[in-house]
């Protein structure tokens, strides 16, 4: 069974800047998994960010980026605001299946 | 604006079938660029790919839950459900639907979500 990891908590001070990653258990991630992130906060629905590595919705402020960093999908948070503390998933794509990160919780501090 | 929006009994017993529907409205369920998914998450655990289905019918199943589920669609009504068979208490979670772009594999869209919980 397929298995995507992320690391399970970070913490950053406000207009500091975190880096996320994500890792299959298959090996290297590259463009072809189509890594997407996803933002979610206590009691609400997940809120995509980014889509193939690095492309952003209309709605993903300017301070997430995605790329693909040592074989691995990740996510940076750049001058960190309060309201950027959530949980924090990737998602990736094997063909026809889709697997999920095991998430991160991103701790505004 | 799109909207999904999930509904179904927030009940289920244990070994009963698990059913839900997720009405698409501000757009077509039609559409040859999307696929329509399903998504669920256990109370404080992350996020599990349920399926995905093609408005054609065409599904795309979790390999570990693939032989209890049954996803449809019916685009009359612009409406995908989803069926899990054979329901345990493990099986108790959110279940959110959302929309799957096919080209960039991507989920914009999602519904608020639905708790369905499993209990004898």
């Known amino acids: 069974q397929t298995v995507v990891t992320q690391e399970p908590s970070l913490t950053v001070s406000p207009g500091g800047t975190v880096t996320l990653t994500c890792a299959s258990s298959?090996?290297?991630?590259?463009?072809?998994?189509?890594p997407n992130w996803f933002q979610q906060k206590p009691g609400q629905a997940p809120r995509a960010l980014i889509y193939s590595t690095s492309n952003k919705h209309s709605w993903t402020p300017a301070r997430f980026s995605g790329s693909l960093l040592g074989g691995k999908a990740a996510l940076t948070l750049s001058g960190v605001q309060p309201e950027d503390e959530a949980e924090y998933y990737c998602?990736?794509?094997?063909?026809?299946?889709?697997?999920f990160g095991t998430g991160t919780k991103v701790t505004v501090l | 604006q799109l909207q999904l929006q999930e509904s179904g009994p927030g009940l289920v017993k244990t070994s009963e079938t698990l059913s839900l529907t997720c009405t698409v409205s501000g757009g077509s369920i039609s559409s040859s660029y999307y696929y329509w998914g399903w998504i669920r998450q256990p109370p404080g655990k992350g996020l599990e790919w349920i399926g995905s289905?093609?408005?054609?019918?065409?599904?795309y199943n979790n390999p570990s839950l693939k032989s209890r589920v049954n996803i449809s669609v019916d685009t009359s009504k612009n409406q995908f459900s989803l069926k899990l068979s054979s329901v345990t208490a493990a099986d108790t979670a959110v279940y959110y639907c959302a929309r799957l772009r096919a080209a960039t594999s991507d989920f914009d869209y999602w519904g608020q979500g639905a708790l369905v919980t499993v209990s004898s």
């Open positions: 998602l990736l794509y094997y063909g026809g299946a889709y697997v």
């Open positions: 298959t090996g290297a991630v590259t463009s072809g998994y189509y």
């Open positions: 289905i093609y408005y054609s019918g065409s599904t």
